[in-house]
């Protein structure tokens, strides 16, 4: 059905964008040794460079998203964040870099809400769950072929050549994205009432999201166990190459096999899950992520506190698993809570 192939195509944009992410994380080693860089500055990379204007700018685009074509926004930030990732590949120094990342951030933060408001137009209520679930498999999709890419090129040929890969495929998505997908009308699945129950005014918007209780105990938890699983995953493969002294290869391809293997199952059990039991009571649709992110912490913390590699390994995993389970669910439940002008 076509509404699965539009579900298929912003699967894989947000698959483009977790590979930039990743193949930075992989790189890292390089472009510290390259460039003399502290770990602080690698930081900053990794993580703030991108995490600033990405943050404060996804807010006004996911507005203007609200009230004008989410097609157009989405393919437009493939090819902006697409073509930034490539220039990364020609940077020559930490301050030419930081600043193509900061593009990247500026590119990907017209990627993410817009998708999630298209597809609660595509889905009902009672199938969200799961295809935000489908959705968000791009990422690990695009997390074992970024670190399988990446760990195999930089190793190989450099990690210029990584960023350059990387980018490029993404400005032939955004091309096909706005050739071939429909904007879809706004609220087909929910009723008079809730499309009309909130104004036009930004500040009043505002104001009716954060005196919704749903959506900002949701929206707190959720970003705090974003904050977790970033943070984790932009040092792991550097955390493995200091750790256990392996190659950027092998350390790509464990980490992307173990993201991708542990991550996709949790992504459909979260929610197959959140749908079939939020049927049956709606308070299912928060305990399943709330119970997964209960669980995902103390596997993370004792994947650290082990030396042995396969130990480690076996409960990062886990840890992803249950992160992974609550990450569709925990998106799910904005999109339900919300009126459709204020996805």
């Not at 997908?181 to 499309?195: D, Y």
């Not at 919704?212 to 995953?233: K, P």
Request: aromatic share 12%; net charge neutral; with cysteine.
């Amino acid at each position: 059905m076509y509404r699965h192939y539009v579900l298929a195509l912003l699967a894989l944009s947000y698959g483009f964008s977790v590979m930039d992410r990743q193949i930075m994380s992989i790189v890292l080693e390089a472009l510290r040794l390259e460039f003399a860089l502290s770990d602080t500055q690698l930081g900053f990379l990794s993580g703030l460079a991108f995490a600033v204007l990405y943050a404060v700018l996804a807010v006004p685009i996911a507005r203007f998203a609200d009230h004008h074509s989410r097609v157009n926004i989405i393919a437009i930030a493939v090819g902006i964040w697409s073509l930034v990732t490539a220039v990364c590949g020609a940077t020559q120094n930490f301050t030419q870099l930081l600043l193509a990342r900061v593009g990247v951030g500026v590119g990907e933060a017209g990627g993410t809400a817009p998708s999630h408001s298209l597809i609660s137009d595509y889905y009902s209520v009672n199938e969200r769950s799961m295809a935000i679930s489908v959705f968000s498999m791009g990422a690990t999709l695009g997390s074992l072929v970024g670190l399988l890419m990446g760990g195999f090129i930089v190793e190989h040929y450099g990690w210029r050549m990584v960023f350059v890969i990387a980018g490029l495929p993404g400005i032939l998505l955004a091309i096909l994205f706005k050739l071939t997908v429909k904007e879809p009308p706004r609220g087909a699945f929910e009723s008079e009432s809730e499309n009309a129950s909130t104004s036009g005014n930004f500040k009043d918007t505002l104001l009716s999201l954060w005196r919704n209780e749903v959506y900002r105990r949701v929206t707190i938890a959720h970003t705090t166990g974003a904050v977790v699983g970033y943070a984790i995953f932009s040092w792991l493969p550097t955390f493995y190459l200091r750790q256990f002294d392996l190659g950027q290869g092998a350390v790509g391809t464990i980490i992307g096999t173990m993201f991708f293997a542990a991550g996709a199952p949790g992504l459909l059990v979260g929610g197959y899950l959140s749908d079939r039991l939020g049927r049956l009571d709606e308070r299912w649709r928060a305990r399943i992520p709330g119970l997964a992110l209960s669980a995902a912490l103390p596997s993370y913390l004792m994947a650290f506190w082990t030396e042995n590699q396969a130990i480690a390994t076996l409960l990062f995993g886990l840890g992803v698993f249950c992160y992974q389970v609550s990450h569709g669910p925990g998106l799910a439940i904005v999109q339900i809570v919300v009126p459709p002008n204020a996805r």
